[in-house]
T-cell receptor, first 113, second 111 residues
Framework: DVKVTQSSRYLVKRTGEKVFLECVQDMDHENMFWYRQDPGLGLRLIYFSYDVKMKEKGDIPEGYSVSREKKERFSLILESASTNQTSMYLC????????????FGPGTRLTVT | SQKIEQNSEALNIQEGKTATLTCNYT??????LQWYRQDPGRGPVFLLL?????KEKRKERLKVTFDTTLKQSLFHITASQPADSATYLCALGDSGYALNFGKGTSLLVTP
C-alpha cells in the first residue's frame, strides 16, 4: 500500500514563527504536491515538485516555500506564519504521466495564533 | 479562467437509492477526470479515473460518465449505504502533473 505520511496531525504556532511541514512517501513517486484546504474554497495547490530539487508554483504560492532534497521527502515552509495561513495542509504524491492518481497524506491542521 | 463546479449543497438520499453527483467545467479541455472521496479530517482517496475518449467507467457500485461536449461528468453510487456518506471531489487533469480540484459535494445517506 502506498503510504504518504505527514509530520504532524495538529500544529499550533504563533504569528511570525517559521513553520516546517514535512511529507514523506514510500512509493518512489516522482511528483509531490502541497495543498491547503479551507471551507468553501476547496483544495488549492500551493507548490508541486516533479523531481528532486525541482519545484513549480501552484495557484497560491505567496507566503510559502518548499524544499525537495530527496525523492521521498517534500517540505513546506512558512517563512513567517500569519493568521490567514491557519488551514488544513495536505500533501500528495503521484507518478509522472497522464492517468495516474494522487495519494494523499492524512493532513496537518495548522493553527496560527 | 478554468472553472470546476460541483453542487455546493449537500445531497441527502435514502439508503438503497442511487446517488448522482455532478461535476461541470468551463474554459478547460481536460485529458482525464478523476473522482475522490474525502472523509472529515482526512485526506482524499482516489476512486475512479476516466479518460477523455471514454464515455463511461464502472467499478463495483460506482459509475462515472464523461461528456466532453457538455463539459460534464456524472458520478453515480448505486444501492447507496450510510457508509458512502462523505464528500466527493472531482479533479481534472491534462499535463500529467497537477490536478484541478472542484470544491466537492457532501453526500449523506440515511438509513
Amino acid at each position: 500500500d502506498v503510504k504518504v505520511t505527514q509530520s504532524s496531525r495538529y500544529l499550533v504556532k504563533r504569528t511570525g514563527e517559521k513553520v516546517f511541514l514535512e511529507c514523506v512517501q514510500d512509493m518512489d513517486h516522482e511528483n509531490m504536491f502541497w495543498y491547503r484546504q479551507d471551507p468553501g474554497l476547496g483544495l488549492r495547490l500551493i507548490y508541486f515538485s516533479y523531481d528532486v530539487k525541482m519545484k513549480e508554483k501552484g495557484d497560491i504560492p505567496e507566503g510559502y516555500s518548499v524544499s525537495r532534497e530527496k525523492k521521498e521527502r517534500f517540505s513546506l515552509i512558512l517563512e513567517s506564519a500569519s493568521t490567514n495561513q491557519t488551514s488544513m495542509y495536505l500533501c500528495a504524491s503521484s507518478f509522472t504521466g497522464r492517468y495516474y492518481e494522487q495519494y494523499f497524506g492524512p493532513g496537518t491542521r495548522l493553527t496560527v495564533t | 479562467s478554468q472553472k470546476i463546479e460541483q453542487n455546493s449543497e449537500a445531497l441527502n438520499i435514502q439508503e438503497g437509492k442511487t446517488a448522482t453527483l455532478t461535476c461541470n467545467y468551463t474554459n478547460y479541455s481536460p485529458a482525464y477526470l478523476q473522482w475522490y472521496r474525502q472523509d472529515p479530517g482526512r485526506g482524499p482517496v482516489f476512486l475512479l479515473l476516466i479518460r477523455e475518449n471514454e464515455k463511461e467507467k464502472r467499478k463495483e457500485r460506482l459509475k462515472v460518465t464523461f461528456d466532453t461536449t457538455l463539459k460534464q461528468s456524472l458520478f453515480h453510487i448505486t444501492a447507496s449505504q450510510p457508509a458512502d456518506s462523505a464528500t466527493y471531489l472531482c479533479a481534472l487533469g491534462d499535463s500529467g502533473y497537477a490536478l484541478n480540484f472542484g470544491k466537492g459535494t457532501s453526500l449523506l445517506v440515511t438509513p
